[in-house]
């Protein structure tokens, strides 16, 4: 069994259909949905790349992939637990072995596409606990909040944010999370920003890191010999502000995940584990810091993938991911 989070099309739309047939719901162009329908990957993330995000953006590779193992993670899960943040409630559900169901309609909102829309049968949504007491978002301690909301489609849980989502879901107590050194720092901090200290950090800090360290590590890295050669890379922007730019795209275009595993990515929050932080990556290890050939991925990634072929890399943690 896993836990997800999960939000239902753009702008959340498809929510109040969900609510109502007790459903899980994820959309595809009409042109995507026949290529994921045939299991054609390859051809799929070539028709993704080759139009745009709904923010008018051109989708990496990574990016594209990940919209191929959506819709087969809806249609798939059986018994997995999923959560919906909607307003001050927090909702949740199973999904059953029920089929599937696909209809297709225009999108309500911009820019209106003409998509087919996926249903996948789970129990009736609740807003409460097990023991019946409500789930609200306001009553959350704030490290939870961290993980039980998303601005993706969905993002998979930790083994343990998950056996915390679940103790609240079977309203049973939660203080041995709450007592962990991170958890009560996390108290601290949010009492700092309610009254108004001022928290170094954030999506902006972290993306300036990155596209610095990236200029920086280029002009040490010209294939010069010393005790070792150093790999020819060069950064192919004209500032780092162009690069710094291109770094917020990706990580609107990956929903705030790494692109290798999917894991929510933490944007140097000291109070978050730092082994998720956003790393920069080049796709191709031996190219250069140039569009099209940089992801964001989880720090550990970067280390563990090294100079390793991306697709092969991605294969390996796929293996172990299931």
């Not at 009254?195 to 950090?201: D, E, L, S």
Request: net charge neutral; proline share 4%.
């Amino acid at each position: 069994m896993s836990v997800y989070i999960a939000n239902f099309g753009v702008q959340n739309y498809e929510w109040p259909e969900c609510l109502k047939r007790g459903t899980i719901a994820t959309v595809n162009e009409v042109k995507a949905f026949e290529l994921w329908k045939a299991g054609d990957r390859e051809g799929y993330i070539r028709t993704r790349m080759a139009g745009l995000t709904v923010a008018g953006k051109q989708p990496t590779r990574a990016v594209a992939a990940r919209w191929y193992n959506l819709m087969s993670i809806i249609t798939q899960s059986v018994g997995d637990v999923w959560i919906h943040k909607e307003g001050p409630r927090i909702w949740w559900t199973r999904t059953t072995d029920e089929p599937a169901s696909y209809y297709e309609k225009v999108e309500p909102v911009h820019p209106r596409r003409h998509v087919v829309v996926c249903h996948k049968p789970c129990e009736p949504w609740r807003n409460a606990d097990e023991t019946g007491a409500p789930l609200l978002w306001d009553a959350l301690h704030p490290k939870a909040k961290d993980f039980l909301a998303t601005e993706a489609t969905l993002q998979k849980l930790t083994p343990d944010n998950a056996a915390y989502a679940m103790a609240l879901i079977h309203g049973e107590p939660r203080e041995q999370w709450h007592a962990l050194p991170v958890w009560a720092a996390k108290v601290q901090s949010s009492k700092n920003k309610n009254t108004g200290a001022r928290i170094y950090g954030g999506l902006d800090k972290c993306i300036w890191r990155m596209a610095n360290t990236a200029f920086h590590t280029t002009a040490h890295a010209n294939g010069q010999t010393v005790e070792k050669t150093v790999k020819n890379k060069d950064c192919l922007f004209t500032s780092q502000v162009a690069l710094e730019a291109y770094i917020r795209e990706l990580i609107e275009m990956q929903e705030g995940q790494c692109a290798i595993t999917g894991m929510k990515l933490n944007f140097d929050d000291p109070d978050e584990d730092v082994e998720m932080c956003a790393s920069l990556d080049r796709i191709d290890s031996s190219g250069h810091y140039e569009q099209g050939n940089l992801q964001v991925v989880c720090r550990f990634v970067n280390r563990w993938k090294g100079a390793d072929d991306n697709a092969e890399f991605k294969r390996l943690i796929d293996i172990l991911m299931t």
